[in-house]
């Protein structure tokens, strides 16, 4: 299958750092993309990575290492509006290079 | 501004109703989308257009039509087949999925239709 994992809740404070891990299957990888979405809301673009590294864009950081699987998303100093979901969504070759999306992290900021 | 709009944003069915959900855009994309949210879950692909008149099945077609006759154009219809149809209805849009490399693929959504089966 293509499954996509990451945790369903997360919770922070105010300031603080949190990071969400996203694992997915590596065959037919053919990029990662990251969104944010408010409750009741459209998704909308964080960061792309297709390369292994760090992405760095303000506050919000994308890290992916293709042999692993493994990607992460870090958010610095958490501010009160960053409490959303935040969806991992893979592209594979193999599915004809459609995005398939996780269930989603749900990040509450506390104060 | 270009975007992608979608109506209504609330929609409340009697069961045993077709209902139809509209999506425009005015980004000149070629590709577009239907998606399905529900609680806890991710985003399921229900229908999807690369070029105009022509759409394909995504991963949960079932009950669901469309038609691509315009570029700007993609309506979702729910069908009374569809055993669970409430749920928040996303459409997107995408430059050219196949292009396989940098953000091309990069999807942007409406702001989503909720529909509630009464």
Sequence with gaps: GQNIDQPTEMTATEGAIVQINCTYQTSGFNGLFWYQQHAGEAPTFLSYNVLDGLEEKGRFSSFLSRSKGYSYLLLKELQMKDSASYLCAVRWRSNDYKLSFGAGTTVTVRA | ?118
């Design chain 2, 1 to 118: 501004d270009g975007g992608i709009t979608q109506s209504p944003k609330y929609l409340f069915r009697k069961e045993g109703q077709n209902v139809t959900l509209s999506c425009e855009q005015n980004l000149n994309h070629d590709a577009m989308y239907w998606y399905r949210q529900d609680p806890g879950q991710g985003l399921r692909l229900i229908y999807y257009s690369q070029i105009v008149n022509d759409f394909q099945k995504g991963d949960i077609a079932e009950g669901y039509s469309v038609s691509r006759e315009k570029k700007e154009s993609f309506p979702l219809t729910v069908t009374s087949a569809q055993k669970n149809p409430t749920a928040f209805y996303l459409c997107a849009s995408s430059i050219d999925r196949r292009q396989g490399r940098g953000r091309t693929g990069e999807l942007f959504f409406g702001e989503g239709s909720r529909l509630t089966v009464l």
